[in-house]
């Protein structure tokens, strides 16, 4: 048996016995089991087994492959190579949602307020150090996202980068047929393309099965869909995951008895939601149960949310003062991007860089990647044990809830919110030591970040955006709720 060969084997005996581990313990599975099994058992070890001269380990086409991608040479891209079609794609993703905007003058008659200038350089930037995958959708930046995307991408050559994009037909009124085929056709206008290289279905989970039937099974949508793979203008068909299991459970078997097969699936990870998804929020499942039941079919993985909303870059103090005992020169925000790249199944990990020196942060993380070690992944288990204590709003700051029809700024009253529990400005009592100075950091932070026209004490509680959280956040309720923090805080003045 050749080397290749019999690596190959052991990593399969490897996840073949973790996955019988999972099914008798399916959510119970820890985090530290998994990823330090993978990576002591089954990742690193293994696959440096079939390294080149440089150190390297290689795919059968010479591509960097899995873990052991960390011994690239310094400061390449690390790059994953999708099985199903031999794409090298960049590990890390360019998620096209929170876009730069100009000036409230300076905005379109249409109500564009993407800065497309902005927008370009990010993306030329990106391109010219690595970054070829880009994931958009109709339903972000107020539906101009894939149109600007569109823009800054077609000034490249075609062959230098993959296009995902989704087809979102949330609303009731796009279901049909006719509907859900315009919009899917309206992408490839919109991104100046005549083919998709990764579709998703958009979001399911949301809604249950009802949900997914009526958008993509009942109309016909998912068959016309893998039409358009055989035709070759959809190069990947695959989806991203929110909310119910049973939906996400129900793709895959279909899977398994042949009436589809998924080239990709996008979920959300990050060190927190491996084994506390359910913590952060009751719809949520842990992807450590989604990752594996993905890998173990050899369905390649894209993430999403590495960050949790933001939340992993603006951690407390004490695990910040970890993070920085053990790497000094890297950024918070570096910690959460090396553990959704470490396992060996993802294929990408985005992030939606508004700005410059987030793109270029996120760029040292992956070129290279240096994977995870087992100290840092109990490290990182201790940390989301911390994390999931403080009664932080599960927001990832997606905008779906937008625009209120009563004005409120709802994602920056949530990070707002959530930033000043994690540095510990929200004081319990006024017995607190520092409650006068956290008291002022509070509501001076709160009228700073959002218009005061636009705070918590104006939610009426119509629940219109509720329908429209992929996180399940009962909206009206935690906006009565900061409001109460912020009256008890006025009323000590």
């Known amino acids: 048996m050749s080397k290749d060969t019999n690596v190959t084997a052991k990593y399969n ?67 994953r190579t999708n099985p199903n079609t031999g794409d090298k794609v960049s590990l890390l993703g ?71 994009t989704k087809l979102s037909n949330f609303s009731s009124n796009q279901w049909s047929r006719e509907a859900s085929i315009a919009m899917y056709r309206n992408s490839l206008k919109e991104l100046q393309t005549d083919y998709i290289d990764y579709l998703l279905l958009h979001g399911i989970g949301m809604g249950g099965m009802d949900n997914l039937n009526s958008r993509y099974i009942d109309n016909g949508i998912l068959d016309f869909l893998t039409k358009e793979r055989e035709a070759g203008r959809i190069r990947n068909l695959g989806f991203s995951y929110h909310g119910d299991v049973a939906v996400f459970d129900h793709l ?32 949520n499942t842990d992807a450590s149960y989604l990752y594996e039941e993905l890998h173990r079919r050899g369905i390649p993985v894209v993430i999403m949310e590495p960050l949790l909303g933001g939340r992993l870059a603006n951690v407390n103090d004490h695990i910040l003062s970890e993070f920085k005992r053990r790497s000094p020169d890297e950024s918070t925000a570096s910690w959460a991007f090396r553990f959704a790249g ?31 070690t087992p100290e840092e992944l109990d490290m990182l288990e201790e940390a989301a044990n911390i994390i999931v204590k403080y009664p932080t709003v599960p927001c990832t700051d997606c905008k779906y809830c937008m625009p209120c029809p009563y ?87």
């Open 13 to 79: 005996r490897f996840s073949n016995a973790l996955y019988q581990i999972k099914m008798k313990h399916k959510y119970n599975i820890t985090r530290r089991d998994f990823l330090r099994t993978a990576i002591a058992g089954g990742g690193i070890a293994l696959l440096s087994a079939c390294k080149d001269k440089a150190g390297m380990a290689k795919g059968s086409d010479g591509s960097p492959k899995g873990l052991a991608s960390a011994n690239a040479t310094t400061g390449e891209m690390t790059y």
């Open 94 to 164: 360019y998620g096209c949602m929170r876009y730069p905007l100009v000036a409230p003058s300076q905005e379109l008659p249409d109500g564009n307020n993407l800065d497309q200038e902005a927008i370009n350089k990010l993306i030329d930037y990106a391109m010219a150090h690595g970054v070829n995958y880009y994931d958009t959708s109709p339903a972000y930046c107020k539906g101009f996202s894939e149109r600007a995307t569109g823009i800054a991408l077609s000034r490249h050559p075609r062959d230098k980068y993959f296009i995902a």
């Open 252 to 283: 895959l078997q279909m899977q398994d008895e042949g009436k589809i097969h998924w080239d990709f699936a996008q979920i959300q990870m990050n060190y927190v939601d491996w084994t506390h998804a359910d913590e952060t929020n009751p719809n």
């Open 342 to 372: 470490t396992p060996e199944g993802v294929l990408t990990v985005l992030s939606g860089m508004t700005y410059m020196e987030h793109l270029q942060d996120n760029l040292a993380t992956y070129s290279p990647l240096r994977p995870c």
């Open 407 to 493: 004005g409120l700024d709802i994602p920056s009253i949530f990070s707002h919110y959530n930033k000043c529990i994690n540095q510990g400005n929200v004081p319990s009592s006024r017995k607190d030591p520092n409650y006068e100075k956290a008291r002022r950091a509070f509501l001076i932070g709160y009228d700073r970040s959002v218009p005061k026209l636009r705070q918590a004490d104006h939610c009426i509680g119509c629940g219109i955006c509720k329908a429209h959280c992929p996180q399940g956040i009962d909206i009206p309720r935690r906006m009565t709720q900061i409001d109460k923090v912020v009256e008890d805080l006025k009323r000590s003045i």
